[in-house]
């Protein structure tokens, strides 16, 4: 049996649940997909505890599975300063 990667594990989430946004594909602006409400992933991140001790209470709120929320969490570790930029510009605003 084939030993799958916890990097193959966030590209499969990632690719099954998060895409660009129709009208901007800058990475900021990626979302879950529509299935998933089509949430900006950012907003997820925003509403996570950094612990993520909030998890749970997150998908309930969304109204997301916990898959959706683990593939927002793999894109974040992957675009971590883009999407500290796209929260601190809301943060901002």
């Not at 602006?29 to 950094?50: D, F, K, M, T």
């Not at 709120?61 to 683990?70: F, G, H, K, N, Q």
């Not at 999407?83 to 901002?92: I, K, P, Q, S, V």
């Amino acid at each position: 049996m084939a030993h799958i990667t916890a990097k193959q594990e966030a590209d499969a989430l990632i690719a099954r649940y998060i895409e660009p946004y129709p009208d901007d594909a800058r990475i900021e602006e990626y979302r879950l997909r529509e299935e998933e409400h089509g949430y900006p992933a950012w907003s997820i991140i925003g509403s996570l505890a950094p612990n993520g001790e909030n998890a749970a209470q997150v998908t309930q709120d969304y109204d997301i599975s916990p898959e959706a929320l683990a593939a927002a969490r793999a894109f974040y570790a992957r675009h971590k300063k883009v999407l500290d930029n796209r929260l601190a510009a809301n943060r901002a605003a």
